[in-house]
């Protein structure tokens, strides 16, 4: 049972910077599917950034040019650097993982994703 724990969460002004980090555990290497997702109040959850193994990476239109995902495979975490931040990004972040490699690539979709984290809250003040 892969388990995700996420850190890295604070209360920030508008345009500051944080780093998320997802630590990987009971699992060997690293999963090869990554993900962060976020879910504001009274929001449905909605995909952030994914990163695969092969260094593949996407973003949702809204942070593309201020959040980068990036992992640390020796390390076993998972990275979310966020700058220029806005109070729309507001949210419980959470970080998940999806092991298995039949089917197609989970990209976004929250449905697709095995493993989830309890999440790490960033609030952006104006």
């Known amino acids: 049972q892969v388990q995700l724990v996420e850190s890295g969460g604070d209360s920030v002004q508008a345009g500051g910077s944080l780093r998320l980090s997802c630590a990987v555990s009971r699992y060997t290497g690293s999963p090869y599917y990554m993900a962060w997702f976020r879910q504001a109040p009274g929001k449905e959850r909605e995909g952030v950034a994914v990163s695969e193994n092969g260094g593949y990476a996407a973003y949702v239109d809204s942070v593309k040019g201020r959040f980068t995902i990036s992992r640390d495979n020796a390390k076993r975490t998972l990275y979310l650097q966020m700058n220029m931040l806005k109070p729309e990004d507001t949210a419980m972040y959470y970080c998940?993982?999806?092991?298995?490699?039949?089917?197609?690539?989970?990209?976004?979709?929250?449905?697709?994703?095995?493993?989830w984290g309890q999440g790490t809250q960033v609030t952006v003040s104006s």
């Open positions: 998940a993982a999806r092991v298995r490699l039949t089917g197609a690539r989970p990209g976004l979709d929250q449905g697709r994703y095995d493993y």
